[in-house]
């Protein structure tokens, strides 16, 4: 209802995003030319080192959208396998991975981020690499809650009637999993993955901010909002900071709406809808 | 309740299994620690005029030469004996350095729980009796702009509006430094310090929460039995109030219990961006100067307490719910 009005709006931050950024792409390089300028010729006024604040938060719109939507595709399918694998199996292999998913689960998450970001910090690591490590990184912390919820999804499937007729038809045990359980909790799936891609939008901004995610030049609306909250920034120039965090809040906002509407279309159809 | 064999044997388990789990996450962390590049001696003292022998021997006195496996086993060592090392910045015991700082996060974690609770329970309440109505679309909205909201720039937003722009707010720390007032008046500054790092924790929380107590209703009103209810002519403000939130208030309270020792925690970015002197802005700063018994400390409290959290919400759902029995 309310979520696929938002959904409308959500695809269009996702178009407007990658499509006119190519406008101006140089703003990968500093143009140390105006600097702090208020909003003119360029819509929403310069940053710091006089880049175009819009086209940096189009850029960063795909920085943010990207990590969120890869940390989310490897951490959901690496959980969602795994949970079904224990859940199933049980025995051994469910208390083994039970345990392994507590112990990820009682980290501390923003403490460890920033530990391993000051790891790669210290060792030079190249900043486009690092886009791609801190998605991978995002998903190896996220996919011990999404594998303890399938599980849980899973050890209820387990007991209805189809499972049992699979049972004694005397199918292989991964294609039980494959072809029949995983397509049962598809629907689930989707609504937590993205559910987790707005999540995931979050800390990585909020990574950002911290000075432990996205490292300028590339544009993330987490170091941006970082970029402009200098003394002097905050107070007399609030267009470099507040448009990137208003992205940050319309953008999660909607993916939550979304995600929240597209569990209520579902809901009838799940086998336990928590 | 304590008494019930069956409960204490449950307890027991769980304070068990509670124990591999921490050793696992105390060895992750020491590694991870361990892997960062500089220590303690070297952010203190690396734009000093100390030779490398003298630096090497400072380095010494802490063990940070050894092994890391060797540190390991003798942080592990203190720790079961309730030691838990010097903090290098502080110079004090780490559970000293930590006994300072968590209570002006908890002060901060707990005003903002109970006014999240004060005011999401009656609006997630409202909100499930008046479905879809506007009322209930405005608060849902509200609930999901706390959610969809990264903390650190709500806390942004709050110190420029009502610090930097207003003037109503002072801006942060947690008391006004260099002036001496009566204790009274002191009370006073520290409340009204309190103000805008409040009011973001409860925003943060207050969606969440709502939801919550939201869906739970909901999910009660449903049943039969307050169709039953109806069905028997009771006035509907009984139905409500009596028999549906009696049973909504299960996972309500469950959710309070499991929420309670993350009070302690403390809350890392808004505890910064304020300049509260919380726990959690003293764990950031920590990782900077690479004080690592601090960071073993905080961490491995972090952990225990999400485990405590785990196990009273578990314990008080059978507590609170008679359908349920423990295994």
Not at chain 1, 61 to 82: D, M, N, P, Q
Not at chain 2, 195 to 201: D, E, Q, S
Not at chain 2, 213 to 240: F, N, W
């Amino acid at each position: 209802m309310i979520g696929l009005v938002f959904l409308v709006a959500m695809i269009l931050i996702c178009v407007f995003g990658p499509l006119f950024s190519s406008y101006n792409d140089i703003t990968q390089v500093d143009i140390v030319n105006a600097k702090q300028a208020p909003s003119a010729m360029h819509w929403l006024g310069t940053d710091a080192s006089g880049r175009d604040i819009m086209t940096r938060l189009m850029l960063g719109g795909r920085l943010s959208l990207l990590i969120g939507f890869g940390a989310t595709a490897i951490e959901i399918i690496i959980g969602a396998f795994l949970g079904c694998v224990s859940g199933y199996y049980g025995g051994i292999v469910d208390s083994v991975m039970m345990r392994l998913v507590d112990i990820i689960l009682s980290l501390p998450g923003m403490p460890i981020l920033i530990m391993i970001s000051a790891i790669f910090s210290d060792r030079h690591v190249d900043t486009g690499a690092r886009i791609y490590l801190l998605m991978l990184i995002l998903a190896c912390l996220g996919w011990a809650g999404t594998c303890r919820f399938f599980r849980g999804q899973v050890l209820t499937i387990r007991e209805t009637d189809y499972m049992t007729a699979t049972e004694s038809m005397g199918l292989h045990d991964m294609r039980k999993i494959l072809k029949h359980i995983m397509p049962n909790v598809f629907p689930l799936i989707i609504v937590t993955a993205t559910l987790s891609v707005g999540d995931t939008i979050l800390t990585e901004s909020t990574m950002s901010y911290l000075g432990v995610g996205v490292l300028p030049p590339y544009a993330s609306w987490g170091n941006m909002v970082q970029e402009g909250s200098n003394m002097v920034d905050f107070t007399l120039h609030p267009w470099m900071w507040m448009p990137a965090g208003f992205c940050i809040l319309a953008t999660v906002l909607c993916i939550n709406l979304f995600g929240d509407g597209l569990r209520d279309a579902l809901d009838p159809r799940m086998i336990s809808s928590k | 309740m304590f008494g019930d064999y069956d409960m204490r044997q449950y307890i027991t388990r769980r304070l068990l299994l509670m124990i591999p789990i921490l050793i696992g996450v105390s060895i992750i962390v020491f590694f991870l620690i361990a892997s960062i590049p500089g220590d303690a001696i070297d952010a203190k003292f690396a734009q000093s005029h100390l030779t490398p022998q003298r630096i090497a021997q400072m380095k010494a006195m802490l063990g940070l030469n050894q092994p890391v496996w060797k540190r390991y086993f003798t942080w592990a060592g203190n720790a079961i004996q309730g030691n838990f090392g010097f903090s290098t910045q502080y110079n004090l015991p780490v559970s000293t350095v930590i006994h300072t700082f968590i209570w002006n996060s908890f002060i901060l974690a707990l005003i903002s729980f109970i006014l999240e609770m004060a005011i999401a329970i009656p609006v997630g309440v409202y909100s499930a009796t008046k479905v879809h109505s506007a009322f209930d679309i405005i608060f849902t909205i509200i609930a999901f702009a706390g959610i969809s909201l990264p903390s650190f720039f709500l806390a942004l937003l709050l110190q420029k509006g009502f610090s930097v722009d207003l003037g109503w707010m002072p801006l942060d720390g947690m008391q006004t430094i260099g002036v001496t007032m009566t204790p009274v008046q002191r009370f006073a500054d520290v409340c009204q310090h309190m103000v805008l790092p409040v009011i973001c924790l409860t925003m943060e929380g207050i969606g969440g929460t709502m939801r919550y107590v939201r869906t739970s209703m909901l999910e009660v009103v449903h049943q039969d039995y307050i169709r039953t209810a109806r069905s028997k002519g009771l006035p509907e403000r009984i139905v409500i109030y009596k028999h549906a939130l009696r049973n909504a208030a299960i996972p309500i309270v469950t959710f309070i219990g499991g929420a309670l020792p993350g009070l302690f925690s403390g809350a890392l970015i808004t505890e910064t961006v304020f300049g509260w002197p919380g726990i959690g802005k003293i764990f950031l700063a920590s990782i900077d100067q690479r004080d690592y018994m601090f960071m073993m400390g905080y961490v491995m409290l972090l952990a225990l307490l999400v485990m405590l959290g785990n196990l009273l919400s578990d314990v008080l759902y059978s507590v609170v719910d008679p359908r349920i029995r423990l295994k």
